[in-house]
């Protein structure tokens, strides 16, 4: 079955510091990736996805290229802020049709701090 | 606002009752998806409805169970709570089949406390 694999944190950095959240995937065919983030109290948001190989998803300074090759798909941002304190989550759906059931990772708390 | 409209937010309640929560998914989505979260498990898939059919089942236990209705609102049913059930419940939307059809769309969640 489909699994997703990411970093356990908790993640603390300084505000501008650079971020890596790693997350590799198991999955049949050709899935689509996904990264979901949590504030706190809140649901979770799109943060940014890709749907093919080596896609790259951004949204906001994030970035995550979908590598097939080894399976993953690797939150970054070059300059982080106290305002991107949040829980990310890796997530991946390989469904079609009317289902796309989404598969996630277990999360990672990230805190920036000024 | 996601557009995705979950109530209650909170609910408290004690073992062995049962509680209905309710999701309003977004204009135009057909399809609505059920999660839990929990610190233990993380995000578990329960179920999921497309214009008023099941679609697809997760790990979902027979004491809930969950319908889409004509208008597309949909609401999850839990019976003989147990305090195991504590957890975050979300509900999720998404367009009917074609572009953007993967992306899912979460609503705010609905707490649950089982004392």
């Known amino acids: 079955g489909n699994s997703v694999t990411q970093m356990e944190g908790p993640v603390t950095l300084s505000e501008e510091a650079f971020l890596t959240i790693n997350c590799t995937y198991t999955?049949?065919?050709?899935?689509?990736l996904f990264w979901y983030v949590q504030y706190p109290g809140e649901g979770l948001q799109l943060l940014l996805k890709?749907?093919?190989?080596?896609d790259k998803g951004s949204n906001k300074g994030f970035e995550a290229t979908y590598r097939k090759e080894t399976t993953s798909f690797h939150l970054e941002k070059g300059s982080v802020q106290v305002s991107d304190s949040a829980v990310y989550f890796c997530?991946?759906?390989?469904?079609?049709?009317?289902?796309?059931?989404?598969?996630f990772g277990k999360g990672t708390l990230l805190t920036v701090n000024p | 606002d996601s557009g995705v409209t979950q109530t209650p937010k909170h609910l408290i309640t004690a073992t062995g009752q049962r509680v209905t929560l309710r999701c309003s998914p977004r204009?135009?989505?057909?399809?609505v998806y059920w999660y839990q979260q929990s610190l233990d498990q993380g995000l578990q898939f329960l179920i999921q409805?497309?214009?008023?059919?099941?679609?697809a089942k997760g790990n979902i236990l027979e004491r809930f169970s969950a319908q889409q209705f004509p208008d597309l609102h949909s609401e999850l049913n839990l019976s003989s709570l147990e305090l195991g059930d504590s957890a975050l419940y979300f509900c999720?939307?998404?367009?009917?089949?074609?572009?953007?059809?993967?992306?899912?769309?979460f609503g705010a969640g609905s707490r649950l406390t089982v004392l």
């Open positions: 997530a991946l759906t390989n469904s079609g049709g009317s289902n796309y059931k989404l598969t």
């Open positions: 890709a749907t093919k190989a080596d």
């Open positions: 409805y497309y214009n008023g059919e099941e679609r």
């Open positions: 999720a939307s998404s367009p009917k089949a074609g572009v953007g059809a993967n992306v899912l769309t």
């Open positions: 999955a049949t065919g050709y899935p689509s």
């Open positions: 204009s135009g989505d057909l399809s």
